[in-house]
T-cell receptor, first 112, second 112 residues
Framework: DAGVIQSPRHEVTEMGQEVTLRCKPI?????LFWYRQTMMRGLELLIY????????DSGMPEDRFSAKMPNASFSTLKIQPSEPRDSAVYFC??????????FGPGTRLTVT | KQEVTQIPAALSVPEGENLVLNCSFT??????LQWFRQDPGKGLTSLLL?????REQTSGRLNASLDKSSGRSTLYIAASQPGDSATYLC???????????FGGGTRVLVKP
C-alpha cells in the first residue's frame, strides 16, 4: 500500500497566484481530511469528506479556500488568490469509516 | 468545543529512561483517542488508537491509557532510545465521523 500521496511536496508561489494541492487517499478509505499546520496555530482541520461528500468545512479560513473530491481516489485543495499568511504545511489524511487516520507527507507552501 | 492539551511542551530524557507523555481533553464524550508521532519536516505517523470503550492499547514498547472520566490519556514509552526523539501528538474526535482536535504536541529528545 502506497499510503496517502500528496503533490506537490513543496510549492513556492507569489501572492495573488492560485495554488492547487492534490491528494490521493489510501485505496478503500472513505473519509478524507485536509489539515493545515503552522507554528502559531498547530494542526487545524480545514475540511473533511465522507464518501466524497463534504461533511464539515467550518475550518476553511476564507472563501479563498475551496476543496473538491470528484471521486474516491482524488481530492484538491485550492487557494485563490494566495496570501503570505497561507504559508504552512498542508496535510491530507484518510481513514476508513473515520477510525484511525493516516496522514500523507504534506505539502509545504510558501507564499511570498 | 473540545480542547486538547499536552503538557509539557518539551521533554528531554537520557536513553533508557521510560517516557510518560500526557494528554488531557475537556469533553469526555470522545469516540476514540489517537496518538501520533511527527518527525521534523515529516507527516504524522499513527502510533496507537484507543476506542472509547477501551482502557488501554499496547504496541511493542508503547502503551497508551485512556481515562474518559478524568479527561486524560497517557502514552508510555518504555526504555527510550534516541530514535524515539520526535514530537508526539494526541488527538480526539467527539463522535464517529467528527473532526480530530489535536493537542499542541510534546517534543521529546532522548539523549544518548
Amino acid at each position: 500500500d502506497a499510503g496517502v500521496i500528496q503533490s506537490p511536496r513543496h510549492e513556492v508561489t507569489e501572492m495573488g497566484q492560485e495554488v492547487t494541492l492534490r491528494c490521493k487517499p489510501i485505496s478503500g478509505h472513505n473519509s478524507l481530511f485536509w489539515y493545515r499546520q503552522t507554528m502559531m496555530r498547530g494542526l487545524e482541520l480545514l475540511i473533511y469528506f465522507n464518501n466524497n461528500v463534504p461533511i464539515d468545512d467550518s475550518g476553511m479560513p476564507e472563501d479563498r479556500f475551496s476543496a473538491k473530491m470528484p471521486n474516491a481516489s482524488f481530492s484538491t485543495l485550492k487557494i485563490q488568490p494566495s496570501e503570505p499568511r497561507d504559508s504552512a504545511v498542508y496535510f491530507c489524511a484518510s481513514s476508513l469509516h473515520t477510525y484511525e487516520q493516516y496522514f500523507g507527507p504534506g505539502t509545504r507552501l510558501t507564499v511570498t | 468545543k473540545q480542547e486538547v492539551t499536552q503538557i509539557p511542551a518539551a521533554l528531554s530524557v537520557p536513553e533508557g529512561e521510560n517516557l510518560v507523555l500526557n494528554c488531557s481533553f475537556t469533553d469526555s464524550a470522545i469516540y476514540n483517542l489517537q496518538w501520533f508521532r511527527q518527525d521534523p519536516g515529516k507527516g504524522l505517523t499513527s502510533l496507537l488508537l484507543i476506542q472509547s470503550s477501551q482502557r488501554e492499547q499496547t504496541s511493542g514498547r508503547l502503551n497508551a491509557s485512556l481515562d474518559k472520566s478524568s479527561g486524560r490519556s497517557t502514552l508510555y514509552i518504555a526504555a527510550s532510545q534516541p530514535g524515539d526523539s520526535a514530537t508526539y501528538l494526541c488527538a480526539a474526535p467527539k463522535a464517529a465521523g467528527n473532526k480530530l482536535t489535536f493537542g499542541g504536541g510534546t517534543r521529546v529528545l532522548v539523549k544518548p
